[in-house]
């Protein structure tokens, strides 16, 4: 006979769990109890928002699944925003809560909340398990789910009783059947043939990636693509480090904050290739007249992303790496003899995106003797030479990241990007400090955002991980302050941090290592420093206050009417 909680964490160690981010609580407690038994390490967080956040970050760092574990109650709801975050962004984790027992549902028990209802609109599938017995096939189903077709969040509900309860020895299953659940992942070789015909046959094409090109591991097929064809490439805030930065097809971020070479170059175009990219307001401005001039194509495992913001012309319903796939194979065989002709009908576009690249290129005023935030994030990729795992918060320290940080690789940027969340990059760097002890894993903060989970202090601390974070700190809320200052006519209201931590101090309370920095020529030494510590580190970078992100789209604008510094 074996218990609900043995159960459990022996479906987990077949599905090659190696870490579970958790906070325990009375729901649990069988779980927890159970769990030294087994070789699954669990990371303490010390609040259950991280846990989801750390799961999260480990899934973007790795690939894999995440897997976090809460008791009932407020544990459960505490963990809405990070399920809500994980979903926008479609990264697979599962997440298990405690429930009161089963003869216990509706009473209004202590610690009882509806959180299958609660969350119904924030995960993939959301799971309320009846029968200890069926426990083996439901952990098989929501892994599965979560981690196939458009990925996401997936809740396992589990009532103290049935995780107490016992049953004779269970199957695991190996296959999973769900006639409801079957995502496409083959792309009709037709819409394939004639999307080639069409990118072909243009004059002025453009790539425009999102993170569907990660999540698919299709980085490499993309490369070989743009390397064919030649094509200029632009990316979302979620495809960054798909194809590299320092490219010279490379245009940078598209969107509210990207660069003027690629804002423009979506607006002139011919044709679009959309790869597994879902054409979110922040890309898209003003959708009248998103790449009103070209025919899309539009690359995307999720069907329902398809046509749903914008109307497209070719779509193709299907995983980004075999649709990659198969255009380069066509592209070495059948369509092989037209490529030479196509480089030399775009090399005028080429010429068109250098004067763009030319007349606005991404700049700050590098004579001041403030400190810069851009100076910051450039001398952070010069001393990490792009090989750190960067994660931030939400904000101007976000967008900063995203301009002026060459990313080289995926799964290199751990962020927010459907959501917004502001207290994600901590949390969801210790999950990829979990997943890759011997890289350089940083936090890029805003002094608001850092402060809504400043409590993992002591969770790094506890687990021995050298994460460094640098806080961009301007007291101010950065972004909304940015916006009052050009819309609201300067009114910061409730955007001034009157009262913040000393964060050097409050680092050390935990037993980290704090460093403050307020003039330019020590940013270079003291990054260094952060760098070499072998041990947590904040550094508190007392930036121009009143800097901004720049090119940036007024909301409701066409992308091609920026604002430039």
């Not at 789910?145 to 997936?154: F, S």
């Not at 990829?432 to 202090?457: R, Y």
Request: aromatic share 8%; glycine share 8%.
């Amino acid at each position: 006979m074996k218990s609900g909680s043995q159960i459990l964490l022996e479906c987990l160690t077949l599905e090659n769990v190696r870490y579970l981010f958790g906070y325990p609580g009375g729901a649990v407690i069988n779980i927890y109890d159970e769990l030294p038994n087994h070789k699954i390490k669990h990371i303490l967080v010390r609040h259950e928002q991280a846990a989801v956040h750390a799961a999260d970050g480990y899934a973007r760092a790795t690939g894999d699944v995440g897997v976090a574990l809460v008791t009932s109650g407020p544990g459960a709801t505490n963990t809405v925003t990070g399920l809500a975050t994980a979903y926008m962004d479609s990264i697979p984790l599962v997440l298990f809560t405690g429930q009161v027992p089963t003869t216990l549902i509706g009473n209004d028990a202590f610690q009882e909340a509806d959180i299958v209802g609660i969350t119904r609109p924030c995960t993939k599938h959301s799971y309320l398990v009846k029968d200890v017995k069926d426990l083996p096939r439901i952990i098989k189903e929501a892994f599965y789910i979560a981690n196939t077709g458009r990925k996401g969040p997936v809740l396992v509900d589990l009532p103290k009783d049935i995780v107490a309860s016992k049953t004779k020895n269970y199957e695991y299953p190996k296959d999973i059947d769900l006639p409801s659940y079957r995502p496409n992942y083959d792309c009709h070789i037709g819409q394939i043939r004639k999307a080639l015909t069409e990118i072909l046959n243009s004059k002025k094409p453009l790539v425009y990636i999102g993170g569907g090109v990660i999540s698919s591991n299709s980085s490499e097929e993309l490369r070989k693509f743009i390397q064919t064809t030649n094509i200029p490439i632009t990316s979302t805030l979620m495809g960054l480090g798909a194809f590299p930065s320092n490219d010279k097809l490379f245009l940078g971020m598209l969107g509210m904050h990207g660069t003027y070479k690629a804002n423009m170059a979506v607006t002139d175009c011919d044709i679009l290739i959309a790869i597994g990219a879902r054409f979110d307001d922040r890309v898209t401005g003003k959708t009248d007249e998103f790449a009103g001039n070209a025919k899309i194509i539009h690359i995307d495992i999720d069907p329902t992303s398809i046509s749903k913001n914008v109307v497209v012309d070719i779509p193709i319903v299907g995983d980004s790496l075999i649709a990659l796939q198969k255009f380069n194979a066509l592209l070495n065989t059948d369509f092989s003899d037209k490529i030479e002709s196509f480089h030399n009908n775009i090399k005028d576009w080429h010429h068109k995106i250098d004067e763009w690249r030319d007349k606005h290129k991404l700049k700050y005023d590098t004579e001041s003797s403030k400190v810069k935030p851009q100076y910051i994030i450039e001398k952070i990729f010069e001393l990490t030479k792009g090989k750190a795992i960067i994660a931030t918060e939400v904000g101007q320290n976000q967008m900063w990241s995203a301009q002026y940080y060459t990313f080289l690789n995926p799964r290199t940027f751990l962020t927010s990007g459907g959501l917004g969340t502001m207290g994600y990059g901590f949390p969801a760097a210790i999950g990829a400090q979990i997943a890759f002890p011997d890289k350089t894993v940083i936090d890029i903060a805003g002094d608001g955002s850092i402060q809504m989970n400043i409590q993992e202090l002591a969770t790094v601390i506890q687990f021995g991980l050298p994460i460094k974070i640098i806080i961009l700190n301007n007291n101010y809320l950065g972004m909304v302050r940015q916006w009052q200052e050009l819309f609201f006519n300067k009114n910061y209201s409730e955007t001034i941090m009157e009262v913040t931590p000393d964060f050097v101090k409050l680092a050390e309370s935990y037993g980290a290592v704090g460093f403050r920095c307020d003039k330019k020529e020590d940013v270079e030494s003291i990054l260094r420093q952060a760098l070499e510590t072998p041990k947590p580190v904040i550094v508190d970078f007392r930036i121009d206050r009143e800097e901004n992100v720049y090119p940036m789209v007024p909301a409701g604008a066409p992308l091609n009417k920026m604002l430039l510094v």
